[in-house]
């Protein structure tokens, strides 16, 4: 089962992806865990990402498309996997399914979770971070016990740049702009399933499990 999954930053893709993967035994596979594997392990793959990464430059699409490939005919993908935060673009989404019918593979589903763009600004905005463990919280759907002070370390939690309404209103313009356009991709392919991502987790994930099967 070869499963993509879309949804604008912050509609909880990430999330369900995880989810997926251990439900059905396959490995979730994000490009920036192929970025860091393939930099880690000094591959020729890794150290061609890591020139554009050290630049601050985005890795061509060609160059990912050809990490991502490599990840997937590795052994633990015989049963499929999940894609999470590729393909982002129209070119991205042709080169993969260019170079998997080279392998006489093709994608099975493209998962949209759907969520308008006010529900992620909300939600978004009420996201905590530890800067010092790295743990996540959200002041409505998962509050620390001690308000502003991280469960895990003690340390203080604070909202993210990233998370403060202005960016993200500016990063769901880019993903309007690059990465809607792969629902009509997917809708044509006959692949697309999108689901309300504004219910809770767990009824997002049935409904992602009733479009898979159980």
């Known amino acids: 089962m070869k499963i993509i999954m879309l949804g604008a930053p912050g509609a909880g893709k990430g999330t369900q992806a995880k989810r997926i993967a251990e439900k059905y035994t396959i490995p979730h596979i994000s490009t920036g ?6 930099i880690k392990n000094g591959t020729d793959l890794g150290k061609k990402a890591k020139e554009y990464m050290d630049q601050g430059l985005l890795v061509p699409d060609e160059l990912t498309c050809d990490l991502v490939m490599d990840r997937i005919q590795q052994d633990d993908c015989k049963n499929g996997f999940v894609l999470d935060g590729f393909p982002r673009t129209i070119p991205q989404a042709e080169a993969l399914d260019e170079a998997l019918t080279k392998i006489g593979q093709k994608m099975d589903y493209a998962i949209d979770v759907d969520v308008p763009d006010e529900n992620i600004v909300n939600r978004m905005g009420g996201r905590r971070a530890c800067l010092s463990c790295g743990a996540t919280y959200h002041v409505e759907f998962n509050p620390t016990k001690a308000e502003g002070v991280c469960d895990a370390c003690g340390a203080q939690t604070v909202l993210r740049d990233d998370d403060k309404p202005e960016t993200v209103q500016k990063r769901l313009t880019v993903y309007h702009d690059q990465t809607q356009p792969l629902i009509d ?8 399933k999108s689901v309300d991502g504004t219910q809770p987790m767990e009824a997002v994930f049935d409904a992602i499990i009733g479009i898979l099967g159980a």
């Open 33 to 38: 865990d192929i970025f860091r594997a393939n």
């Open 185 to 192: 991709y997917y809708k044509k392919q006959g692949i697309l």
